[in-house]
């Protein structure tokens, strides 16, 4: 909530103590501060604390030649916040799985799940109090 009972996700936040740049605001957060705001909305609503929490978690592709990406994810304080185990895919070096995941496997996962709502990587941390 950014006060006067306002929420808003997604590219109208202005990133707060994060490694992203003031400008840049990837759908990667939006994706995961959707159902934070959708969360504290309904907390509010029903008279309840807010619980759930932003890390600042964002993702870049990094491409560094054709056929290798860095997955970049990261939140707050440039802690790295990796969706996947750093055996499969390390998020601090160029790899091929990861330009093939960018490439091929999450256009149809944006497509026809996410932005369908369908989601299960993205639940909010619930903490006991949040601001
Ligand atoms: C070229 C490019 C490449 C990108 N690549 C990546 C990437 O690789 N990874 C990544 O994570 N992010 C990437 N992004 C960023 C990502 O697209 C945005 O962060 C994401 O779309 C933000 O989602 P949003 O819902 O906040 O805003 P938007 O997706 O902009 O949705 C806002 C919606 O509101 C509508 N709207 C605006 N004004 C009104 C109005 N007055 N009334 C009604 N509707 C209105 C708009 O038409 C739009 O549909 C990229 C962006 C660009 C431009």
């Known amino acids: 909530m950014v006060g006067g009972g306002i929420f808003k996700p997604g590219d109208t936040v202005r990133p707060m103590r994060s490694v992203i ?13 959707a159902p934070i705001v959708a969360e504290n ?24 030649e054709r056929g290798k990406i ?4 990261f939140g707050y304080g440039g802690k790295l916040l ?3 185990p750093t055996w499969l895919i390390d998020g601090t070096k160029p790899s091929t799985l990861a330009w093939y995941l ?22 909010p941390e619930l903490k006991g109090e949040a601001a």
């Open 41 to 64: 909305l309904l907390a509010v609503m029903d008279g309840r604390k807010m619980t759930a929490a932003y890390d600042g978690y964002g993702s870049c592709p990094l491409t560094v």
């Open 21 to 33: 740049p003031s400008g840049v605001r990837p759908a990667a957060a939006a994706r995961k501060q």
């Open 70 to 73: 860095v997955l970049a994810e």
């Open 102 to 123: 960018k490439a091929e496997a999450l256009p149809p996962i944006y497509w026809h799940a996410m932005l369908k709502g369908r989601e299960w990587l993205a639940s």
């Open 82 to 84: 990796p969706t996947f």
